[in-house]
Nanobody
Framework: VQLQASGGGLVQAGGSLRLSCAAS????????VAWLRQAPGKEREFAAA????????YYADSVKGRFTISRDNAKNTVYLQMNSLKPEDTAVYYC???????????????WGQGTLVTVSS
């Protein structure tokens, strides 16, 4: 399993970005894909996750109502639409996956490289 994250960049507060996580390999219908983020000087934290087959989603309270996670099965890609961005959303965002239904607090087995999101005030 390989993951490729992209879509980060610099945006002003209140703006939007869409991150993409392209997956390669087989059997994703039973995997959960998550986005986690790590801000400078802070521990990595869970942001959102989606179960590939059932469209079950989880969100951290800090992003609920502003971020939307979705998937395109035909493209083996998971997206994170981020709206109403705040300076505190500045972080390196990682996509990760593991087999089965998972959410916050789970360990993920496969990781993509991070993509940096910077939100200016």
């Amino acid at each position: 399993v390989q993951l490729q994250a992209s879509g980060g960049g610099l945006v002003q507060a209140g703006g939007s970005l869409r991150l993409s996580c392209a997956a390669s390999g087989r059997g994703f219908s039973t995997y959960t894909v998550a986005w986690l983020r790590q801000a400078p000087g802070k521990e990595r934290e869970f942001a959102a996750a989606i179960y590939w087959s059932g469209s079950i989603t989880y969100y951290a309270d800090s992003v609920k109502g502003r971020f939307t996670i979705s998937r395109d099965n035909a493209k083996n890609t998971v997206y994170l639409q981020m709206n109403s961005l705040k300076p505190e959303d500045t972080a390196v965002y990682y996509c990760a996956t593991r087999k089965g239904l998972a959410g916050p607090g789970y360990e993920y087995d496969y990781w993509g490289q991070g993509t940096l999101v910077t939100v200016s005030s």
